[in-house]
């Protein structure tokens, strides 16, 4: 462990835990949405429904699912850690406020835009993730369709959550703190690996702010579409 | 042209500070520290205490002329420093707040002047190159590409000013650091030391008690040199590559 300490007591470590972790939860939030967009073939949520039981059958994905925890969990320690580290370096705060003359505000809102993420978060984990893992008691069932496939009816679970237009505004919340994080963190993870050059920063940046307008899109219009009856 | 002044003042490190006004005339072509020359010798002639501030050499090299102008550090220019700065750049009847860089690592000695002393002692721990003593070696015996020249030259351009501390939500000297950092690295006189350099100049940037760099790219827009971001993507790079050779 005596080389790696330097990432958790290195200004420099710790900013790579947060690139490294950061990159891994882009790849999960991919996958995760190329699955959730399944809902809007519009097919009673079959697509779907047979996507969630693969990622919740697959051994790989299962072991994957637990990194993913350890990259979230790591992520948020050490975010939380450096955003309130960070806060006591400038103890006497200045009068003039430069506004955003030298900085995105979403840049230096990452803390706060990532504690919006994590309160959506647990709440999201609530609604779906311990009904389809841990088959609690108040999941709605089972559904077989024509081919004679029994499986959980996740896609139910989706309707009856988003009837609810209180979980559709913080869904929708969610999804945008979400796309600001992301179009900061996005390109700032690469800067952190050292991958910084007039030809292709100019590319990262453009795929960054791509994705982190598509992906929370995908995921903001998924409850809104349900809670209206569009997909039902 | 009228300006009204908002100053810091601040008896020592210690005192607890606060803002006075003051009104000063200044014509449109006096520098920005030229502007507080009157003001000082106003205050002088009323029997009271001059605004303590720092300057040396009144052209953009020193780095020594640090004020926090309205919020931004050497004023609202950009790649200008405090003394390049002038007064045509502000409107009759403005109000400027002049503040210090603030930072646990840089504190104020007096009024709008701070103790830096935190980067020269990453300097001493790192940011120089050994050599031998003995006959002074032909510049021109070590060839070194014209690009890698240039990038160098411009990494060394830094003034060591301390405004991109100033300006980082986070008081991070990453900048700072980075481009001392990637002068010595692309060089060939770097070598030896480079990777021992790195870990030493980061270990004692922590020490110093600077905040970690979360990439705002506040510094790189106030900095008066215009350092860009990319040397702490190369810091970044020579760090990670020095700890896993397990320096
Ligand atoms: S990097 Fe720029 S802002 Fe920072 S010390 Fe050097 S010259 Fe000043
Ligand atoms: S006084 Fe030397 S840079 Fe301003």
Redesign the interface.
């Known amino acids: 462990m005596g080389v790696l300490s330097f990432l958790f007591s290195s200004s420099l470590g710790r900013k790579l835990v947060m690139a490294v972790t950061g990159i891994a939860l882009i790849a999960f939030l991919l996958v995760h949405c190329l699955i959730n967009a399944m809902v809007l073939l519009n097919d009673g949520g079959q697509t779907f429904n047979e996507a969630a039981r693969f990622m919740a059958e697959n051994p790989f994905i299962r072991i994957s699912e637990i990194l993913l925890f350890v990259g979230f969990l790591l992520h948020i320690a050490q975010g939380l850690y450096l955003t309130f580290d960070n806060r006591k370096r400038r103890a006497a705060k200045y009068t003039g406020n430069p506004g955003n003359a030298n900085s995105k505000w979403y840049s230096r809102s990452m803390g706060f835009l990532g504690t919006i993420i994590l309160i959506f978060l647990v709440l999201h984990l609530k609604h779906f993730w311990v009904v389809s893992r841990f088959h609690a008691p108040h999941a709605l069932g089972e559904i077989t369709y024509a081919n004679g496939d029994t499986m959980e009816n996740l896609f139910l679970e989706m309707a009856s959550v988003f009837t609810n237009p209180i979980a559709v505004v913080i869904y929708v919340l969610g999804c945008f703190s979400l796309a600001y994080h992301l179009l900061h963190g996005f390109s700032s993870a690469f800067q952190t690996f050292g991958v910084n050059h007039k030809s292709y920063t100019p590319i990262i940046a453009s795929v960054g702010a791509a994705f982190s307008i598509i992906v929370p899109l995908i995921f903001a219009i998924i409850p809104v579409v349900m809670h209206f009856g569009i997909i039902k | 042209m009228n300006i009204n002044l908002?100053v810091w003042r601040q008896r020592n490190q210690n005192s607890e500070?606060r803002?006075e006004e003051y009104k000063v005339q200044a014509s449109p072509d006096m520098s920005f520290l030229e502007m507080f020359d009157v003001l000082n010798e106003q205050l002088i002639e009323d029997g009271k205490d001059p605004v303590a501030f720092d300057h040396d050499c009144r052209e953009g090299i020193c780095g020594m002329c640090s004020m926090?102008?309205?919020?931004?550090p050497h004023g609202?220019k950009q790649g200008v420093t405090t003394c390049q700065l002038h007064m045509r750049s502000f409107s009759e009847g403005d109000t400027i707040?002049v503040?210090p860089w603030?930072?646990?690592?840089f504190p104020?000695i007096k009024d709008l002047s701070v103790n830096r002393g935190a980067f020269d002692r990453i300097i001493a721990s790192g940011g120089y190159v050994s050599v031998n003593t003995g006959n002074a070696v032909d510049a021109n015996s070590i060839l070194i590409p014209k690009e890698v020249a240039d990038e160098a030259f411009e990494a060394a351009t830094c003034i060591g000013c301390g405004a991109c501390v100033s300006?980082c939500?986070?008081?991070?000297a990453?900048l700072f650091v980075g481009a001392k950092v990637t002068q010595l690295s692309m060089l060939p006189q770097g070598q030896p030391e480079r990777q021992a350099r790195v870990v030493a100049m980061?270990?004692q940037?922590?020490a110093e008690?600077?905040?970690?760099?979360?990439?705002?790219?506040?510094c790189a827009?106030?900095c008066p040199k215009q350092i860009p971001?990319?040397v702490?993507?190369?810091?970044?790079?020579e760090?990670?590559k020095a700890?896993?050779n397990?320096k």
């Open positions: 908002k500070g803002f926090v102008i309205n919020g931004r609202p707040v503040e603030r930072a646990n690592a104020v300006a939500k986070n008081a991070s990453m980061v270990n940037m922590d008690g600077f905040g970690a760099c979360t990439n705002t790219g506040a827009a106030e971001l990319s702490i993507a190369n810091l970044n790079r760090y990670y700890k896993l397990g």
